[in-house]
Antibody, heavy 117, light 105 residues
Framework: QVQLQQWGAGLLKPSETLSLSCAVY????????WNWIRQTSGKGLEWIGE???????TYNPSLKSRVTISVDTSKNQFYLKLRSVTAADTAVYYC????????????WGHGTLVTVS | SYELTQPPSVSVSPGQTAVITCSGD??????TCWYQQKPGQAPVLVIY???MRPFGIPERFSGSNSGNTATLTIRGTQVMDEAYYYC????????FGGGTKLTVL
């Protein structure tokens, strides 16, 4: 069974950089897209971006200027950095697996609450 | 940017059929998937590629997509199905609907 385990700092000050990590257990890392998605109470689910095992990335245009997603295939891990955070970035952040030939996300991490205050 | 519109809430009695819609421009030309999310939990994929059920999802969950509307149907709705449901599509990038709270009472 595939499991995604995520971690990172939960409390940030405005202008700091959000950093989250996600480790993949129980499945192959290659052949999938690895996603970051966030959820705010006001805006619901918002896709941040994705990366594949080759390091090819796609970002949400609304966040692209502040986001970097990277991958370490030797550790089966991928990462999110979001720069210059504000209170509007307060959300639960999820990592999730996406299929190479489909738009859906079939396995999700448990979520990390990040508060900017 | 592309938008997906869902009703904020749907109510159904146990054992009845729940229908949750998701509307978007020419949505039927795209694949849609659906997620179920219960309080304090991550979303769970219940329908992908418009109508396919992942392993372990009960047969009472079904989906369709045509024209401008995708539909999630839950037949014989159970109390355990009470949750938020989100549709998702792709138009240059991943887009989610605003979510529908399904109440079973």
């Amino acid at each position: 069974q595939v499991q995604l385990q995520q971690w990172g700092a939960g409390l940030l000050k405005p202008s700091e950089t959000l950093s989250l990590s996600c480790a993949v257990y129980g499945g192959t890392f290659s052949g999938y897209f690895w996603n970051w998605i966030r959820q705010t109470s006001g805006k619901g689910l918002e896709w941040i971006g994705e990366i594949n095992d080759s390091g090819s990335t796609t970002y949400n245009p609304s966040l692209k200027s502040r986001v970097t997603i990277s991958v370490d295939t030797s550790k089966n891990q991928f990462y999110l950095k979001l720069r210059s955070v504000t209170a509007a970035d307060t959300a639960v952040y999820y990592c999730a697996r996406g299929l190479e030939n489909d738009i859906s996300k079939d396995f999700w991490g448990h979520g990390t609450l990040v508060t900017v205050s | 940017s592309y938008e997906l519109t869902q009703p904020p809430s749907v109510s159904v009695s146990p054992g009845q059929t729940a229908v949750i819609t998701c509307s978007g421009d020419k949505l039927g030309d795209k694949y849609t998937c659906w997620y179920q999310q219960k309080p304090g939990q991550a979303p769970v994929l219940v329908i992908y590629q418009d109508k396919m059920r992942p392993f372990g999802i009960p047969e009472r969950f079904s989906g369709s997509n045509s024209g401008n509307t995708a539909t999630l149907t839950i037949r014989g709705t159970q109390v355990m199905d009470e949750a938020y449901y989100y549709c998702q599509a792709w138009d240059s990038f991943v887009v989610f609907g605003g979510g529908t709270k399904l109440t079973v009472l």
